[in-house]
């Protein structure tokens, strides 16, 4: 596994040797098991700009896929929360990947409560969004007439399908927003969701410490239960107020999903910059340890376990997924 200057000049070059000789171990693909590991990206600029991963063969978009399915069967599709993803090019990741692939799609902006850029809407939504609307660019999910909102959903449920019919959509992802409390209100949006999306897999992740509370835990737990929806356990930073505990449970048998979003708290806020600036973090060996025993109980109880790498900066996602990998295939050989 290269260890290129950039990595070695970017994080501390003992760090970066020691979680290498690590991610040497794991297994390729990463699976062991029904545990399935990967990252929230395969396109990250300082990825693919830093030569540190992908082969120079791998010189363009299929061809980084297809390598990215040889290393890790799983990977989060971000960039369908800022734009509506396609269908043609849900059927071009089912061509280029194994049968066995998953892809886990991040919901759109609107259906999580989030501003959407109506700039970059498809012609055919733009057309029937209110000229105002348009003129003002960004604007709050709850400003959106309910019209448009049914034609934004519609269109992303029929984008994914092909990656449906394929068996290679592990799940939507709803990371709802920071400023979402714990309410009867957002109780209620929680569930629209579900008659929004119809039988898709869903996995939410919340980013307000209010789902947690102890007098809430067991509620918040429950509604997802009810709903055949994923509780995603995070890995975050501690000390910030809006970063997440670790709190480990399965509420759908089918899976359950696990987010390593980094340590650095001193990025967790940053509101300027990339999500590759904000999550600046190279695991190491001792924090992916933390998480091998829980996803291991997670593994015992649900069908399929994703973990996915979200310290998307340079090859940091990679180097600790491997990482990951690795520990949990020696801890279940002992």
């Known amino acids: 596994m290269p260890l290129d200057p950039l990595a070695r000049d970017h994080f501390d070059p003992e760090r970066v040797e020691a979680i290498a000789e690590v991610a040497a171990r794991s297994p390729v693909p990463a699976r062991i098991g029904n545990i399935l590991i990967g990252s929230c990206s395969w396109t990250d600029p300082t990825l693919v700009k830093s030569g540190l991963w992908y082969p120079k063969s791998a010189n363009n978009a299929e061809k980084r896929l297809r390598f990215y399915a040889s290393q890790f069967p799983v990977v989060e599709v971000?960039?369908?929360y800022y734009a509506l993803p396609t269908a043609a090019n849900a059927e071009r990741w089912v061509a280029r990947t194994p049968d066995d692939?998953?892809?886990d799609v991040k919901a759109f902006?609107?259906?999580t409560g989030h501003d959407v850029d109506l700039r970059r809407l498809p012609k055919a939504l733009k057309e029937v969004t209110p000229p105002d609307l348009l003129r003002k660019g960004r604007v709050r999910a709850s400003k959106l007439p309910p019209s448009l909102h049914r034609a934004m959903d519609r269109w992303f449920v029929e984008a994914l399908e092909p990656l449906r019919v394929a068996g290679k959509l592990g799940c939507v992802l709803l990371q709802f927003p920071p400023w979402m409390v714990a309410s009867d209100h957002n109780v209620r949006a929680i569930a629209e969701c579900r008659d929004r999306l119809g039988?898709?897999?869903?996995a939410v992740e919340f980013r307000h410490q209010s789902w947690v509370a102890p007098d809430r835990v067991d509620r918040?737990?429950?509604l997802l239960r009810n709903h055949g929806m994923s509780w995603v356990c995070v890995d975050a930073p501690d000390g910030p107020k809006n970063a997440m505990p670790m709190v480990v449970e399965v509420t759908n048998p089918a899976l359950a999903v696990v987010r390593f979003h980094g340590r650095n708290r001193f990025?967790?806020?940053k509101r300027v910059g990339t999500a590759a600036e904000r999550f600046d973090h190279l695991y190491s060996a001792?924090?992916?340890t933390e998480w091998v025993e829980p996803i291991?109980?997670?593994a015992d109880q649900a069908q399929q376990v994703h973990g996915l790498m979200n310290n998307c900066t340079y090859n940091a996602a990679q180097l600790s997924g491997y990482g990951l990998a690795a520990l949990i295939a020696e801890a279940a050989t002992r």
């Open 101 to 103: 692939f998953v892809f």
């Open 296 to 298: 291991q109980e997670l």
């Open 199 to 202: 039988a898709l897999p869903l």
């Open 286 to 288: 001792a924090e992916l």
């Open 220 to 222: 918040t737990l429950d």
């Open 267 to 269: 990025t967790w806020n």
């Open 109 to 111: 902006g609107s259906l």
């Open 78 to 80: 971000d960039s369908s």
